[in-house]
């Protein structure tokens, strides 16, 4: 078990250009959630799937968001025409469905500066 | 709809006094209940999790956490605290059905005086 890992840790890009974001969660978890973090606050969610399933998506992951699970296993979070406001911590977690209390488990998120 | 409201954004206290994080919670049902700890450039590490059995619950590093339902609170707390203790600190609720999402509190931020 390695941990849920995401790449690349920081991202530094120019306003107007599309970036793409990795997770790879913990092999046997069937569940993969997206939360973006500002400075100060807290992680919000942003969408999870399911296998390769995406079930919700968040009011906050506009049109230029795009998030993708192939064969259930890895995920990757787009981002074209990026903004400032688009400068964030982007965290993955993964899980093991099981109801209530299943445990998400969190990868070192990627910093994203958009300048 | 459920929420989480953690009391201080910041707590301050001396290496081998006790720790107090406060936490209230929004929830229409019986929830789930987490703390989440934040390391300056670490990810997120659970401490504790609340999911209906015992009220008083023990996590990791000596932290324990109480779920009182009349109160709606969930306040970490640790007897003697460690200068490593010094980090942000998160109270989650998690929406099992909605998928497992978590919805989490501004934030605590722990400073440990020597």
């Known amino acids: 078990d390695t941990g849920v890992s995401q790449n690349p840790r920081h991202k530094i890009t120019k306003r107007g250009q599309n970036v793409t974001f990795r997770c790879d969660p913990i092999?046997?978890?069937?569940?993969l959630y997206w939360y973006r973090q500002t400075l100060g606050q807290g992680p919000e969610f942003l969408t999870y799937f399911q296998n390769e399933a995406q079930l919700e998506k968040s009011r906050l992951l506009s049109d230029r968001f795009s998030a993708e699970r192939p064969k259930g296993s890895f995920s990757t979070l787009e981002i074209q025409r990026t903004e400032q406001g688009d400068s964030a911590m982007y965290l993955c977690a993964s899980s093991q469905s099981r109801g209530r209390g299943e445990t998400q488990y969190f990868g070192p998120g990627t910093r994203l500066l958009v300048l | 709809a459920q929420s989480v409201t953690q009391l201080d954004s910041h707590v301050s206290v001396s290496e081998g006094t006790p720790v107090l994080l406060r936490c209230n919670y929004s929830s229409s049902y019986s929830p789930s209940l987490f703390w989440y700890v934040q390391h300056p450039n670490k990810g997120l590490q659970l401490l504790l999790k609340?999911?209906?059995?015992?009220?008083l619950v023990k996590g990791i590093n000596g932290f324990e956490a109480e779920f009182k339902k009349s109160e709606t609170s969930f306040h970490l707390t640790k007897p003697s605290a460690h200068m490593s203790d010094a980090a942000e600190y998160f109270c989650v609720v998690s929406l099992y059905n909605q998928g497992g999402k978590l919805i989490f509190g501004q934030g605590t931020e722990l400073s440990v005086k020597p």
């Open positions: 609340y999911t209906s059995a015992a009220t």
């Open positions: 092999s046997e978890h069937n569940r």
